[in-house]
C-alpha cells in the first residue's frame, strides 16, 4: 500500500531534523570556518543530493541549526550574572556551565558551537547576528573587571582573562565532546585559576 502525503511528510521532516543534528555535531566538532557539507553528509549516510533537497548551502543548515536549536536552547544566562555582578556573577555562569556539562552532549554540542562563534570569519548576516547576541567575551569581561574591584580578580587586562578563560572553557568542551565519559572540569578548579579566593557562594 503506498504512503500516504501525511506519511511522506513525516518522512522529509524525520530526514531534515536528523541532517540537522549531524550538522550540530559537524560544527561542533570541526568550528563553523572549517565544516564542509561531507562532514554532515558522510556520518549522516546520506548523499550530497539528498542534503540540497533540503538544504541550498551550509549557510542554509547553519540558519536552520540557529533557528531550530541553537535559539530554542538554555542560554548561557549572562544577563542574569551582569545583574549580579562580579563573582557573584561567576558563579552563576560557573553552575551553568557544570549543570550544561551534565546534561549530556547536545548541550556540549550547543555551548561548543556558541563560543567557537567568536572567532567564526565566514558568517552570512544571521551567523552574524547570532554571533553579536551570544558575545560571551564581552559579559565576562565586565565581570572579572568587577571582581577586579571587589579585590577578588588576580591582576591584569580582564578581557584578556576572559579570553583565557573562554579558551579554557573550549577546551574543556572540546574534550568532553570527543570524550564523553571523561571528568567534567570543575568551575572551582577552573576559575580558581583567575581568582584570589573560592567563589562567593
Given at each position: ?5 501525511a506519511q ?6 524525520r530526514r531534515?531534523?536528523?541532517?540537522i543534528?549531524f550538522?550540530?555535531?559537524?560544527f561542533?566538532?570541526?568550528g563553523?570556518d ?11 549516510k546520506?548523499?550530497?543530493?539528498l542534503?540540497?533537497?533540503y538544504?541550498?548551502?551550509k ?8 533557528d ?13 550574572a551582569?545583574?549580579?555582578g ?7 555562569l ?6 550544561s556539562a551534565?546534561?549530556?552532549?547536545k ?7 556558541t563560543?567557537?562563534l ?5 558568517l552570512?548576516?544571521?551567523?552574524k547576528?547570532?554571533?553579536?547576541q ?22 591584569g ?6 579570553v583565557?578563560t ?8 572540546a574534550?568532553l ?7 567534567i572540569?570543575s568551575?572551582?578548579?577552573l576559575?580558581?585559576?583567575i ?7
Amino acid at each position: 500500500m503506498p504512503r500516504t502525503p501525511a506519511q511522506n511528510q513525516t518522512i522529509k521532516d524525520r530526514r531534515r531534523s536528523k541532517l540537522i543534528l549531524f550538522a550540530l555535531k559537524a560544527f561542533a566538532e570541526y568550528g563553523y570556518d572549517h565544516t564542509a557539507i561531507d562532514d554532515i553528509t558522510r556520518p549522516a549516510k546520506c548523499s550530497h543530493g539528498l542534503f540540497y533537497h533540503y538544504f541550498s548551502s551550509k549557510e542554509a543548515v547553519f540558519d536552520a541549526l540557529i533557528d531550530e536549536v541553537l535559539l530554542g536552547a538554555d542560554e548561557v544566562p549572562m544577563a542574569a550574572a551582569l545583574e549580579l555582578g562580579g563573582t557573584k556573577g561567576l558563579r552563576l555562569l560557573a553552575e551553568y556551565a557544570e549543570k550544561s556539562a551534565k546534561v549530556g552532549s547536545k548541550a556540549l554540542f550547543v555551548a561548543k558551537i556558541t563560543i567557537d562563534l567568536r572567532t567564526a570569519k565566514n558568517l552570512n548576516a544571521n551567523g552574524k547576528a547570532f554571533q553579536k547576541q551570544h558575545n560571551m567575551l564581552n559579559g565576562l569581561t565586565e565581570l572579572f573587571r568587577q571582581g577586579q574591584e571587589e579585590g577578588k580578580v588576580v591582576a591584569g587586562n580582564p578581557k584578556d582573562i576572559a579570553v583565557a578563560t573562554l579558551d579554557l572553557a573550549q577546551g574543556a568542551i572540546a574534550r568532553l565532546v570527543e570524550e564523553p565519559q571523561s571528568t567534567i572540569l570543575s568551575s572551582d578548579l577552573l576559575f580558581g585559576l583567575i581568582l584570589k579566593g573560592p567563589i562567593e557562594e
